[in-house]
């Protein structure tokens, strides 16, 4: 089973990657689930994370000024954040494509950068505010939800019990697992990122997008679940052909990639009583700057 998702982190991700995406997986015939940011696009602001270990190199390595533009890294910065709900006509459009549209945080930037120095409060205005948004602009409560930046929170971790999601992908990791805060297991199935993405591993050891289609293509074919990310700002733009690669491959192999909502109908219907619990800790992923939220005993194949 390979569960696929499709990050919108950004205006300009969603204003014209998410288009050229649905397009593309309409060609094959595939579902996806689509992660968005609901609130303003601050992405200038990472330019704050300057001095974490490994950012500029990740940003040499996959070409941030072409990938992103300069529209987008001065957002919320020099020039004044866009906010994602302008674009609720290409929200619908997912939904009406057949594919699930899932909660990726209100403020992504904020969320990525300070969640460990927010209050419960704050927290949850933002967990609330996406919710909202979402309902507006769809019609119904969300299903998913996604943490920016692979960061959550055990107030992160509580409130998705609390807002009835069925299920979240917040971490890093081999497969499904139940969260345990404080020594209690909390209620909403955790399906981790299981591959690496395209931003991690271009430029590391002479990767490039042909490697990198072929590593996703192998794994995938080995893993008897697995769940890829994509990102609409880069295999919705410069990067398709890597998109157009995997999806081709995957196709030929007889694999069905399918949103993740489906994906944890599917799990707690063959696995429930047998999916482990695990405490999430922070940990580096290979080619990723900072920590991101694992698994205890879970850990990705690196």
């Known amino acids: 089973m390979l569960g696929l998702r499709i990050d919108v982190c950004t205006y300009e991700g969603l204003r014209t990657g998410v288009p050229t995406l649905l397009r593309l997986l309409d060609r094959h015939r595939v579902r996806a689930s689509f992660f968005v940011t609901l609130g303003p696009d601050r992405s200038g602001r990472a330019i704050l994370q300057a001095l974490r270990p490994g950012f500029l190199a990740k940003m040499r390595r996959t070409g941030a000024a072409r990938v992103y533009g ?6 919320g910065t020099l020039l004044p954040a ?6 609720a006509d290409v929200m619908r459009a997912i939904v009406e494509a057949g ?14 950068d300070r969640l460990h120095r927010m209050s419960e409060p704050a927290v949850r205005r933002g967990m609330t505010q996406a919710v909202e948004d979402y309902r507006r602009v769809i019609g119904r409560p969300p299903e998913g939800f996604g943490a920016p930046g692979w960061q959550c929170s055990p107030a992160s971790l509580r409130l998705l019990d609390e807002l009835g999601f069925a299920y979240a992908s917040d971490t890093r990791g081999r497969g499904p697992f139940y969260p345990r805060v404080e020594g209690r297991r909390l209620r909403t199935l955790q399906l981790p990122t299981t591959l690496p993405t395209l931003d991690e591993m271009l430029g590391l050891d002479g990767m490039d997008g042909e490697g990198f289609a072929a590593l996703v293509g192998g794994r995938v074919e080995r893993d008897p679940l697995s769940v890829l990310t994509l990102h609409a700002e880069m295999e919705g733009g410069r990067f398709q052909w890597v998109a157009e690669r995997i999806l081709a491959h995957l196709g030929a192999q007889g694999i069905a990639p399918m949103p993740l909502a489906e994906l944890s109908r599917r799990i707690l219907a063959e696995q429930e009583g047998s999916i482990p619990e695990a405490e999430i800790l922070p940990r580096p992923i290979r080619g990723r700057a900072g920590l991101v939220a694992v698994p205890a005993g879970l850990e990705p194949v690196e």
């Open 70 to 75: 300069w529209r987008t890294i001065l957002s």
């Open 82 to 87: 866009r906010r994602m709900a302008e674009l």
């Open 99 to 112: 594919h699930e549209m899932a909660v990726h945080g209100y403020d992504h930037r904020g969320w990525q």
